[in-house]
């Protein structure tokens, strides 16, 4: 009995010491190479997704290797094909410079009219008068990105010669053009004032815009060297038959077997709820923002375009509105006219009408989509999804961000299941 107790001791002793030890090299890993945890999470979650797809709708009766190697080859296909869809709708240079040109304009426009700014003394309404120390170096600095450099000028007075006759909005444009180009030449000593300002030292602002370049291109190398672990996660998951999972449940005692099963089998049910889930919600946004757009008179395959970007971002809860709001206001600075749906809608009021369009999808999304689609997968207080996402953010960037409310799901189910199992089994 002595014997027996002291080896309960040491094996108490020994399994506490394992698990803190366990426990911290993982945290320690987790914040260590936290730049990878995002590609091996999506390159996971891609494989989660297909291995239902793998299983039981995609010929049962091969081998599960050449399964996989067919997925891969119809994944292949779609994006091959995908990418030359969206290279064949990519603008020109050409066209990209007359998109640059009207922006500018019309944002400049669009900025005189809402701040009822008077071309002669300078002077606006209220509101200029409340931001214009803030907004206004903000404009000068969107119009110094937005001013074509000489080379473009040439390029765009070339293409407008050689198209205005095909092209009669071309002359619009190059009205534009030059009203840009007069701003620009009132903008150029403010603007050579805050470089003389920011460039005290040359002979330091150039080595620092030398450091800036360099350390630019080693963070474009590095983020697409880490990105690439996604698809080998991805392909090396599709293959896995169960072994990780049989690795890891052999670590387990026998007396907590049947407990960790639970566990794990909850964590998967939760894990594919919320996926479905927030595929589905993701693509009644984005459907919802892409149709008002469409009432409100943007051309459909542009607002189809916006609802599916606004979409997929809404897998950042809030995000997605967000998104589609910006971009849509982006688009509807540069449209020149609208054919709407909804009658009373007018090109003066688009941004309006736009705004309305997000406010509708936001509201649809909390009072309908979540509640319904979602459902029990989810059920987290609002409270907690801000705060999950805003600490995942701050802590992790933009993985945490993405992530925070999975793995907030996760913890929440995993302590709910363990707490129920553990009352159950009299272990406590």
């Known amino acids: 009995m002595p014997h027996d107790r002291a080896r309960k001791i040491r094996a108490i002793l020994f399994y506490s010491f394992s698990g803190l030890l366990a426990i911290s090299l993982t945290i320690y890993l987790l914040w260590a190479l936290r730049a990878l945890l995002l590609p091996i999470i999506v390159g996971a979650l891609l494989a989660y997704l297909c291995k239902p797809i793998l299983a039981?709708?995609?010929?049962?009766?091969?081998?599960?290797?050449?399964?996989?190697?067919?997925?891969?080859?119809?994944?292949?296909?779609?994006?091959?094909?995908?990418?030359?869809?969206?290279?064949?709708?990519?603008?020109?240079?050409?066209?990209?410079?007359?998109?640059?040109?009207?922006?500018?304009?019309?944002?400049h426009e669009k900025y005189i009219d809402l701040m009822g700014v008077d071309a002669k003394t300078g002077k606006g309404n209220f509101v200029y008068n409340l931001v214009k120390d803030e907004l206004n170096p903000f404009m000068l600095q969107l119009s110094q990105a937005l001013n074509l450099n000489p080379e473009q000028r040439r390029s765009f007075r070339k293409y407008y010669k050689e198209n205005k006759k095909e092209n009669p909005k071309l002359k619009q444009y190059y009205e534009y053009y030059r009203a840009n180009l007069k701003r620009a030449k009132v903008e150029e000593a403010a603007i050579e004032a805050a470089?003389?300002?920011?460039?005290?030292?040359?002979?330091?602002?150039?080595d620092d815009e030398g450091e800036e370049s360099a350390s630019f291109i080693m963070a474009?190398?590095?983020?697409?060297?880490?990105?690439?672990?996604?698809?080998?996660?991805?392909?090396?998951?599709?293959?896995?038959?169960?072994?990780?999972?049989?690795?890891?449940?052999?670590?387990?005692?026998?007396?907590?077997?049947?407990?960790?099963?639970?566990?794990?089998?909850?964590?998967?049910?939760?894990?594919?709820?919320?996926?479905?889930?927030?595929?589905?919600?993701?693509?009644?946004?984005?459907?919802?923002?892409?149709?008002?757009?469409?009432?409100?008179?943007?051309?459909?395959?542009?607002?189809?375009?916006?609802?599916?970007?606004?979409?997929?971002?809404?897998?950042?809860?809030?995000?997605?509105?967000?998104?589609?709001?910006?971009?849509?206001?982006?688009?509807?600075?540069?449209?020149?006219?609208?054919?709407?749906?909804?009658?009373?809608v007018t090109l003066d009021g688009l941004f309006l009408a736009i705004v309305a369009v997000v406010i509708i999808a936001q509201l649809l999304d909390n009072s309908v989509f979540q509640p319904v689609v979602l459902g029990s997968a989810v059920n987290l207080h609002p409270l907690?999804?801000?705060?999950?996402?805003?600490?995942?953010?701050?802590?992790?960037?933009?993985?945490?961000?993405?992530?925070a409310i999975p793995a907030i799901v996760i913890f929440k189910v995993v302590t709910e299941t363990l707490f129920k199992e553990m009352k159950a089994y009299r272990i406590i």
């Open 220 to 344: 474009t190398l590095g983020l697409i060297s880490t990105w690439m672990l996604t698809p080998f996660v991805f392909i090396f998951l599709l293959f896995d038959n169960g072994q990780i999972l049989k690795f890891f449940v052999r670590l387990i005692p026998n007396k907590f077997f049947e407990l960790s099963l639970r566990i794990v089998d909850e964590v998967d049910t939760a894990i594919g709820n919320y996926l479905r889930g927030t595929f589905l919600e993701c693509a009644l946004v984005g459907g919802t923002i892409g149709l008002g757009l469409f009432l409100v008179g943007l051309d459909l395959k542009i607002a189809l375009g916006i609802g599916a970007i606004a979409g997929i971002a809404n897998a950042i809860p809030f995000l997605g509105p967000v998104i589609g709001l910006v971009v849509g206001l982006g688009y509807g600075l540069i449209v020149e006219e609208i054919d709407p749906v909804l009658g009373f």
């Open 56 to 107: 039981k709708r995609m010929m049962p009766w091969l081998p599960n290797g050449v399964r996989v190697i067919l997925l891969l080859g119809f994944m292949m296909g779609g994006v091959v094909y995908t990418s030359q869809k969206i290279r064949s709708n990519i603008p020109s240079k050409e066209e990209q410079l007359v998109l640059q040109v009207r922006m500018n304009y019309k944002m």
């Open 195 to 206: 470089k003389k300002e920011e460039q005290r030292k040359p002979a330091s602002a150039s």
């Open 384 to 403: 907690v999804v801000i705060v999950g996402v805003m600490g995942g953010s701050t802590i992790f960037g933009f993985a945490g961000m993405l992530l």
